[in-house]
């Protein structure tokens, strides 16, 4: 497990993509209670004609369904535009993003927990 980003409050996970560190969408959280979260996503490019309330269930049903078996919440909903870096006019795809959160009893949960969310598969296609 590598860190991404450490925050005041947050430590973002690594995910290696072969030679690259990206974010991984799964952070710890240190506030009054200890917490591990991820954001799970579809992309409109994949379903073009879908609306939004679509993009959200199919990420709920495949993702959220694992999520709430091992005890993670739903901690909101949002849509991203993704941007071009160099002509920020231009959107090039929307993602339709879940995030779920789960309080932990304690930090020698938080491994176990980072570890199942790292190898979920966290991009859902139609």
């Known amino acids: 497990m590598e860190i991404y980003r450490a925050e005041a409050q947050e430590l973002r996970i690594a995910e290696r993509v072969r030679l690259h560190i990206m974010d991984s969408g799964v952070r710890v959280v240190l506030n009054s209670e200890l917490v591990v979260q991820f954001t799970a996503r579809s992309q409109r490019s994949d379903a073009p004609s879908a609306e939004p309330t ?5 990420v709920r ?3 959220g369904e694992q999520a709430n078996r091992r005890g993670y919440q739903e901690l909101g909903a949002e849509i991203v535009e993704v941007k071009d870096p ?4 231009r959107v090039l795809d929307v993602w339709h993003e879940v995030t779920y959160r789960k309080p932990l009893a304690g930090v020698s949960d938080a491994v ?11 991009y859902v296609q139609p």
């Open 61 to 63: 049903q495949e993702i």
């Open 54 to 58: 679509e993009l959200f269930l199919l």
């Open 86 to 89: 160099v002509d920020e006019a």
């Open 112 to 122: 176990a927990e980072v570890r199942w969310a790292l190898d979920l598969e966290k």
